[in-house]
């Protein structure tokens, strides 16, 4: 065998191995967990705070099922085309379909907002909670809830928490502030 038709077998192998090993390595391999997430946005001092929240709310996003997938991107769609009846469906088949899935939960929340649904909103958040603590998206939504509702020293406690879990959104720190000076608290 000539050493051109050997390197051309052999680059072929290779070719066919690493495509191998990229079917069977799970996608996100090497990627970092939700709590490795979470660890990094508390770190007051992470330059890149953006990128990690958005691979949150990525990770968030994830339900493990095509047709929960599939509910949450059509109930979202309906949420951007302000058509909040047929958004609270879909989210609302997605929370019969897949109770456990924190997300689909916090999507109905925004729907029932959109709608002036208060009440179902913060049942919704609640459970957003139950099922996922860390959601600082639901504590801020609460306490905006609960802010709107005269609940201030309520609401400064969800924002708090939020602010906890995520010390870089800016509308967090000027809520806690604002809500602090209003009930006699401690800003930060």
């Given at each position: 065998?000539?050493?051109?038709?050997?390197?051309?077998?052999?680059?072929?192998?290779?070719?066919?191995a690493?495509?191998?090993?990229?079917?069977?390595?799970?996608?996100g391999?090497g990627?970092?967990?939700?709590?490795?997430?979470?660890?990094?946005?508390a770190?007051?001092?992470?330059?890149?705070?953006?990128?990690?929240e958005?691979?949150?709310?990525?990770?968030?996003g994830?339900?493990?099922?095509?047709s929960?997938?599939?509910?949450?991107?059509?109930?979202?769609?309906?949420l951007?085309?302000?058509?909040?009846?047929?958004?609270?469906?879909?989210?609302?088949a997605?929370?019969?379909?897949?109770?456990?899935?924190?997300?689909?939960?916090?999507?109905?929340?925004?729907?029932y907002?959109m709608?002036?649904?208060?009440?179902?909103?913060?049942?919704?958040l609640?459970?957003?909670?139950?099922?996922?603590?860390?959601?600082?998206?639901?504590?801020?939504?609460?306490?905006?809830?609960?802010?709107e509702?005269?609940?201030?020293?309520?609401?400064?406690?969800?924002?708090?928490?939020?602010?906890?879990?995520?010390?870089?959104?800016?509308?967090?720190?000027?809520?806690?502030?604002?809500?602090?000076r209003?009930?006699?608290?401690?800003?930060?």
């Open positions: 065998m000539n050493m051109r038709i050997l390197k051309s077998s052999y680059n072929r192998v290779v070719t066919a690493m495509a191998v090993c990229l079917i069977f390595v799970p996608l391999a990627a970092d967990t939700l709590d490795d997430l979470f660890a990094r946005l770190d007051p001092g992470t330059a890149n705070w953006q990128t990690v958005r691979d949150i709310e990525i990770q968030f994830l339900s493990g099922s095509a929960a997938d599939l509910l949450l991107r059509r109930g979202e769609a309906a951007e085309d302000q058509d909040i009846a047929a958004a609270i469906d879909h989210l609302t997605l929370t019969d379909h897949a109770p456990d899935f924190a997300e689909g939960w916090n999507a109905r929340a925004a729907a907002i709608a002036g649904l208060h009440g179902p909103a913060m049942d919704d609640r459970q957003v909670l139950v099922l996922e603590p860390r959601h600082f998206g639901a504590l801020a939504g609460l306490g905006a809830l609960l802010e509702q005269g609940r201030r020293e309520a609401a400064l406690a969800a924002f708090r928490e939020a602010l906890a879990i995520h010390p870089h959104r800016p509308e967090l720190q000027s809520a806690v502030v604002r809500l602090a209003s009930t006699g608290g401690t800003p930060l």
